[in-house]
């Protein structure tokens, strides 16, 4: 059964870098495109970018210059790292795998990062 | 990039009742849409890929249509467990966006 389980703070200080992990179980990520999802409390859904296990990444526009998504297979991981953060960072990060080009179907549970000032 | 825009935002319905959600997109987007479904405290879950295939699991009562720029998502018949909101997603060209979702509350 694939699970995804991210892990990192919960509070971030203001112009520091935001940090999460995301284990995958049930599969290899060598096997499919992983993305990570954000959430704004109470609003809606914003796609970060997406890691391939051939080094492949693609980061929306948004947050290009912010952002950094680093795979390591030898402990089924990827993480997200996105710099200069501000309380519009503020979000619940949802890490996310990819089938058939872009459709996602096993999330995680989740993780509410806080930028405080 | 690709804007999305669902209606309505939010509809109250009771058990049983049909819904129909539309999402419209601001170009073309062919068939590459798909719809997914959030509780609160949960992460969404996919519903329909390919703008009108059943992902596996998902109830038959769920049904997804459309091509181009505008979609549908049918609920036949509302069951208490598919009270949430309901958000497309298009992934014709990046970056992937999403509508701003329905929220599907009980009258």
């Known amino acids: 059964q694939v699970q995804l389980q991210e892990s990192g703070p919960g509070l971030v200080k203001s112009s520091e870098t935001l940090s999460l992990t995301c284990t995958v179980s049930?599969?290899?990520?060598?096997?499919?495109?992983w993305s990570w999802i954000r959430q704004p409390p109470g609003r809606g859904l914003e796609w970060i970018g997406y890691?391939?296990?051939?080094?492949?990444?693609n980061y929306n526009p948004s947050l290009k210059s912010r952002v950094t998504i680093v795979a390591d297979a030898s402990k089924n991981q990827f993480s997200l790292r996105l710099s200069s953060v501000t309380a519009a960072d503020t979000a619940v990060y949802y890490c996310?795998?990819?089938?058939?080009?872009?459709?996602?179907?096993?999330w995680g549970q989740g993780a509410l990062v806080t930028v405080s000032s | 990039d690709i804007q999305l825009t669902q209606s309505p935002s939010f509809l109250s319905a009771s058990v049983g009742d049909r819904v129909t959600i539309t999402c419209r997109a601001s170009?073309?987007?062919?068939?590459?849409l798909a719809w997914y479904q959030q509780k609160p405290g949960k992460a969404p879950k996919l519903l329909i890929y390919?703008?009108?295939t059943l992902q596996s699991g998902v109830p038959s009562r769920f049904s997804g249509s459309g091509s181009g720029t505008e979609f549908t998502l049918t609920i036949s018949s509302l069951q208490p467990e598919d009270f949430a909101t309901y958000y497309c997603?298009?992934?014709?060209?990046?970056?992937?966006?999403f509508g701003p979702g329905t929220t599907v509350e009980i009258k």
């Open positions: 390919a703008a009108s």
């Open positions: 170009q073309g987007i062919d068939h590459y």
């Open positions: 049930g599969v290899s990520i060598s096997s499919y495109y």
């Open positions: 997603q298009q992934l014709n060209s990046y970056p992937f966006t």
């Open positions: 890691f391939y296990y051939s080094g492949s990444t």
């Open positions: 996310a795998r990819e089938i058939y080009g872009g459709n996602f179907d096993y």
